[in-house]
């Protein structure tokens, strides 16, 4: 046989494409067709109500249900989400990551309901909060409790379920937070120390053992545009976890200490601006985590090239399953040995970016680990940090996005032709009636049977607080027995905060300089204008930058908060998931000028009018209203017609500009005359 061929064409990954969407019943449909369709996994997606650990009825619900994925309130859902689909046979991810202990319990009692065999069940809960503190904003309990929910989970599966992913350590999104890929790397690492160290230390999970749960440690990882990088970033991370799998854990097996991963290619990397140009972004992406076959993903799910316009229909989804299919069963990918073997260049890089990556490791444990690094707003702060380095980059024109600064004229594109067909548009009822049937849901069960539960539940969680240690009592037990009596997902989640508490994490926006001092013309323009129309007004410009609902995906508006800070404002900024009314109340007290509000979730036209009556009510009808996120066109226009004075989308790269334009909405509405910004 020629050098380089494998003796046989190997297995293609697990194809999966992340779905979920308005009720059980709809995605039970969804992820029938996607099946037939070729797709070899389930990846699902929860709602931001569901993820955060909210009934559909509660008042942070509001505007959010079934609009980022399903919405899971008891066992009920559960059961008609796989309904006709057997849970033995398949693998299913579940992104999840505060409430994944309740998620797999529901999911291992819809298993039992169908006969299936639990330790024979496969598939994945996230269950990786480190990463929800410092970028996607799902968590829910402080650092401790949440490790302790995270152990239990290990500990639980590693006994009872022992096919399954007890945690998928997830440095998705830790790159679209701004990661390099040294960062990605060590903070990724980070967190499986934090994780390995805190079930070795739990006393649940015998010594010789630890190699049973190594094994089932998997990752997720993102892909950028720039694959060849990406791809030593891989062979990087399949080496380092190598390495400290044996060294600090002991494991001897070589087939326990492979580095197991997942990848969804960069989301938010894809451009508004002339959309059609994100489907070639997907495929370099995805040739990263598939040419290197020792390095290669077990699992590939890729968004839909319109996701930066709107929610993508079940077309573009499966648009995206045929590129993976394409490559997978057309080419010849899989008939070769690793291609990259031998190659000096490669070997540089990736020995590059282990030492980058052990020397950052190496700073976070100095501080006490991720958890401490979590605390004290370390990792945050470094993010948002690189995050605004590279926003400057694209802004200046030294680094490349087609279509976005540079190659912007374009031709008509027939795809968006129809901009209201080209995304998927969730039905406004759904959330009425999701309320409406977990309140029946409630009515109809036996709730003494829920009530002792409940009780059950904030006993043994009671017992860990007593104790200290992870060794004090599963949680898994009590869970399950909750699932079996009807509780709803927020009636779970809603205990464990009383016991627990809540937690609100460090935005790492204080003391991150986003552009370098006077290094800037634009940046030098905005700051005059800013410090003039303060002067004329006798007092420093202040803006507020909120995040209404339940989204948590804060990128954008910690980039706007320390932008309007380099040049001149006085920014507020509390973080996420704030409720009209808080919102209002911060601008009352902090006298502010102007009001910008960030959503990504798909919620803008249930909550920004909320916010808009609000203010009107507590006499703040002159502090004008801007708003930024992932809005599709036809809601911009009605968002102008309700008042909000400016909309900024994707395509509105230059925070700068945004800056200006945001002076001059100030200046128009004290009655000042306009600088009429322009950028340069």
């Not at 739990?202 to 997720?220: C, D, K, L, T």
């Not at 077990?298 to 968004?303: G, K």
């Not at 908060?561 to 704030?578: K, M, N, P, S, T």
């Not at 700068?656 to 002076?663: D, K, L, Q, Y």
Request: proline fraction near 4%; glycine fraction near 8%.
């Amino acid at each position: 046989m020629p050098i380089g061929f494998t003796l046989t064409r190997d297995r293609p990954w697990v194809m999966r494409t992340y779905a979920g969407h308005s009720s059980a019943k709809e995605s039970n449909a969804l992820y029938r067709r996607n099946l037939a369709k070729g797709q070899t996994g389930l990846s699902v997606a929860f709602d931001l109500p569901t993820q955060t650990g909210y009934d559909p009825d509660h008042e942070l619900a509001r505007g959010e249900v079934g609009k980022v994925g399903v919405p899971i309130s008891h066992i009920g859902d559960m059961r008609q989400l796989f309904d006709g689909i057997p849970l033995e046979g398949m693998n299913t991810s579940m992104t999840i990551n505060a409430v994944a202990l309740w998620m797999l319990a529901l999911y291992q009692v819809a298993a039992e309901e169908q006969g299936a065999d639990i330790a024979k069940l496969n598939g994945t809960t996230q269950n990786d909060i480190i990463k929800e503190y410092l970028s996607r904003g799902t968590y829910v309990f402080p650092p401790g409790p949440s490790l302790k929910l995270i152990t239990d989970t290990v500990a639980y599966t590693v006994s009872n379920i022992p096919k399954w992913n007890p945690i998928n350590i997830c440095s998705y999104h830790l790159q679209e937070a701004g990661a390099t890929p040294v960062q990605e790397i060590a903070y990724a690492m980070c967190t499986a120390i934090a994780v390995l160290d805190a079930v070795r230390d739990s006393g649940q999970v015998p010594a010789e053992r630890m190699g049973e749960v190594v094994q089932r440690i998997s990752f997720f990882v993102n892909a950028g545009v720039r694959f060849v990088e990406e791809m030593c970033k891989m062979r990087a991370f399949v080496e380092l976890w190598d390495e400290l799998t044996r060294e600090r854990y002991g494991v001897t097996d070589a087939k326990a200490r492979r580095f197991r991963y997942g990848v969804q290619v960069n989301s938010l990397g894809l451009t508004e601006a002339q959309p059609e140009n994100n489907v070639q972004r997907i495929v370099l992406e995805m040739l990263a985590v598939t040419l290197s076959k020792d390095a290669r993903a077990r699992a590939v799910q890729l968004p839909a090239w319109n996701e930066a316009l709107g929610l993508p229909r079940p077309w573009d989804q499966q648009w995206s399953l045929r590129i993976q299919q394409v490559l997978a069963y057309e080419s010849d990918l899989l008939e070769y040995d690793d291609i990259f073997t031998g190659s000096v260049v490669v070997e540089r890089k990736v020995a590059d970016l282990i030492a980058g990556a052990k020397e950052e490791i190496d700073r976070v444990q100095a501080m006490g680990g991720a958890v401490a690094a979590i605390e004290s707003g370390y990792m945050k702060s470094q993010l948002v940090a690189s995050h605004a380095a590279r926003r400057a980059r694209i802004e200046n024109g030294e680094e490349i996005v087609v279509g976005v600064n540079k190659f912007e004229t374009t031709e008509p594109n027939p795809l968006t032709a129809d901009l209201d067909a080209a995304i998927f548009v969730p039905d406004a009822a759904v959330e009425t009636a999701a309320a409406a049937a977990v309140q029946a849901w409630r009515a109809g069960r036996d709730q003494a049977a829920a009530d002792a539960a409940l009780d059950r539940l904030r006993v043994d969680a009671r017992a860990w607080k007593a104790t200290g240690t992870n060794a004090a009592v599963n949680l898994m037990p009590a869970t399950l027995e909750c699932v079996r009596a009807g509780v709803t997902t927020g009636e779970w989640a809603h205990s464990l905060r009383d016991e627990f508490g809540e937690y609100r994490a460090p935005t790492g926006v204080s003391g991150v300089v986003g552009v370098r001092e006077g290094s800037d013309i634009q940046v030098a323009a905005v700051r005059d204008a800013v410090q003039r129309t303060s002067e004329e007004l006798g007092g420093r410009l202040r803006l507020l930058i909120a995040k209404p609902g339940l989204d948590g995906h804060s990128n954008g508006a910690e980039q706007i908060a320390v932008r309007a800070r380099d040049v001149g404002f006085e920014v507020v900024y509390q973080g996420i998931r704030l409720t009209p009314a808080q919102i209002v109340a911060a601008a009352v007290e902090e006298d502010v000028h102007c009001v910008g509000l960030s959503i990504l979730s798909g919620s803008h036209l249930e909550l920004i009018p909320d916010v808009l009556a609000r203010m009107r009510e507590a006499g703040l009808d002159d502090v004008p209203v801007v708003v930024g996120g992932i809005i599709p066109a036809a809601d911009e226009q009605a968002l102008l017609a309700m008042g909000v004075q400016a909309v900024f989308t994707p395509k509105d790269f230059g925070i700068t500009e945004i800056m200006g334009r945001i002076v001059d909405i100030i200046r128009e509405s004290e009655c000042l005359r306009r600088f009429a910004y322009e950028p340069a």
